[in-house]
């Protein structure tokens, strides 16, 4: 078990290594779209890779969920083939969410021998995401 601040270390360790290992500008959150990002997440038992939609007006979360449903099979034939959608996620903090995944299961941030694997993992799925987005970014724009 890990302290509070080995936590820590190891988290910030990872992240950084990540950013060495691969270094380039991902979109993230500079999608255009208001509370609409891509995010990495990994923890003590996965990985994932998501498109999410954040906004609290669920009329346009429904309007962008939409948008996404309509393109749910050229994601998966063209680009993600294991992608999951998930048209209500609740967040930690409570908030409610609609998201587009992948994730990675049996690693752990914990644990440096999953950290090339994982790496490898985020860089090629959000790469992925990326490209869907940039191809078919005109449709989901509002």
């Known amino acids: 078990m890990f302290s509070k601040e080995e936590a820590k270390k190891l988290r910030h360790d990872f992240w950084i290594s990540f950013g060495k290992s691969f270094p380039r500008k991902w979109i993230l959150y500079n999608t255009g779209i208001k509370d609409f990002s891509f995010k990495f997440h990994f923890d003590m038992k996965s990985a994932m890779v998501s498109m999410d939609i954040e906004s609290q007006d669920l009329e346009k979360r429904l309007e962008l969920w939409e948008k996404l449903i309509s393109l749910r099979s050229i994601l998966i034939e063209e680009y993600l083939p294991k992608a999951v959608f998930e048209d209500t996620v609740f967040l930690e903090s409570g908030k409610e969410i609609s998201r587009v995944s992948v994730d990675l299961k049996n690693v752990s941030i914990h644990n440096k021998n999953t950290?090339?694997?994982?790496?490898?993992?985020?860089?090629?799925?959000?790469?992925?995401?990326?490209?869907?987005?940039?191809?078919?970014?005109?449709?989901i724009q509002p």
Do not use: C, G, P
């Open 115 to 139: 950290w090339q694997e994982t790496m490898v993992f985020l860089k090629d799925h959000m790469a992925s995401f990326e490209e869907f987005y940039n191809e078919f970014e005109d449709i």
